[in-house]
């Protein structure tokens, strides 16, 4: 939302506390009355019509909260729509019958119109599957191209490991890899380090690449946008095979590198850096300081700018998904600083109570209340500093918001990254809501 995915406590900007801070925000600003806030653990609540409708009588026709239950097998396709009893176990599994459902599904939802739309964007996954229309899970043997480089760290499972071939465009569904392994029972040691891969590679040739020790990079640190400083001297570490009580050591005084701050946070330029054997860690750092500078001045921020327009960006880049909006939520920070309302980014309140990554967005009621120098649903203005590394793009997109009249933003799509602006509360109400039916359709991932 104005949020992550959702936020906010005048008005909550992240995805995870979206309703809690959307409420706040509009009581305090006199739009709605006064109501109880329910915690974001409870932020799903009253999205389960699909169960109460599945203990209706058999031939009760669904309300549209029946799509889950639908998908989950708890109301079955005969059942939907009150199908004649004539199209008995054949008629329903035929082609004919499925196609009955799915207009019966748009019609429930609106229309055919708008209805497609929303059932589509929202449960896609399920409808392939009734449908018998599930696409390929992995690329073809033969479509590789290119090249690119993939990071393991230390810790990495199947599971992460898949998330990142999948962000870096290797494979092409977020699990293809991590099913790979269970359909093989694979389990192999994965060692951290710099590895390169191409794009659109099967997830058999992926592992097989991984695998080889011709494919590790040597001395060399591959670092992401958003990581903290914790995280970058772990992979510079890894990456380089020196000690990481070095590189705790050089990131220790920031004043060594020109920067007047407490910390490093945000002034480790995320890039992918092949060094020198015997390369020092305090003159590896210095050049992920210096490549920052260099980003700050092309973006032409002044020299007493820096830190604050890295604040804006690390909190860009924890926020938006997608670079097209990266300006955007630059706007919606401008516009609520200068309205005087709190920021309220979840990734803020993360930050400063270390839940930064365990996966999801949405805050623990602990984060969102702990009274820390970073956390925006409880101080004004920006945070105390970074909160992560951000990269080029959000560096210029904290220096040039895009023109707009947003105050609250909601990811709703945890996969595409699908984010909705808006300007006023009830736009973003509904934002929420879409965000939490794509969560109720999706088993939370994510959320």
Sequence with gaps: MTDRPPHDGSVPLSRRAARTASQNAAEESGQIPPEPVPTPASRHLGHHEGAEAAQQPRRAAPAAGTLDALFTGEVSTHEVGDIPSRHDRDRRKSRIAKWTVLIVILAIVGGIGAGAAWVWNTYETQIRSVMGWEEPKDFEAGEATGEVLITVVSGDTGSTISQTLYDQGVTKTPTAFYDHLIATAQDPPFQPGVYALQQRMTSEAALER??????????????????????????????????????????????????????????????????????????????????????????????????????????????????????????????????????????????????????????????????????????????????????????????????????????????????????????????????????????????
Aim: glycine share 6%; net charge negative; proline share 6%.
């Design 210 to 447: 991984i695998l080889d020790p011709e494919s590790k990079r040597e001395n060399a640190a591959q670092v992401r946008e958003g990581l903290t400083v914790e995280q970058t001297v772990e992979i510079l570490a890894e990456g380089t095979s020196l000690p990481i009580e070095d590189f705790q050591a050089a990131v220790a005084d920031p004043s060594a590198y020109g920067v007047a701050a407490d910390s490093l946070e945000g002034w480790l330029f995320p890039a992918t850096y092949q060094f020198d054997p015997g390369t020092a860690a305090t003159d590896i750092v210095r050049t992920m300081v210096e490549r920052t500078i260099e980003s700050l001045d092309s973006a032409g921020v002044p020299e007493d700018r820096r830190e604050e327009i890295l604040t804006t960006a690390s909190i860009i880049q924890r926020e938006a998904r997608l670079p097209d909006d990266f300006s955007k939520v630059s706007r919606v920070i401008a516009n609520r600083l200068a309205d005087g309302m709190p920021l309220q980014m979840d990734s803020t309140a993360q930050f400063g109570y270390d839940e930064m990554h365990d996966g999801t967005v949405s805050s623990s009621a602990e984060a969102l209340e702990d009274d820390n120098p970073w956390n925006t649903y409880v101080r004004t203005g920006l945070p105390v500093g970074p909160i992560a590394n951000p990269g080029d793009v959000a560096i210029d997109a904290a220096m040039n918001p895009a023109d707009g009249p947003w105050l609250y933003f909601v990811t709703w799509n945890m996969d595409t990254g699908e984010t909705i602006f808006s300007a006023t509360y009830e736009e973003h109400q509904a934002g929420i809501e879409q965000w939490n039916a794509w969560c109720d359709a999706n088993d939370n991932r994510g959320c």
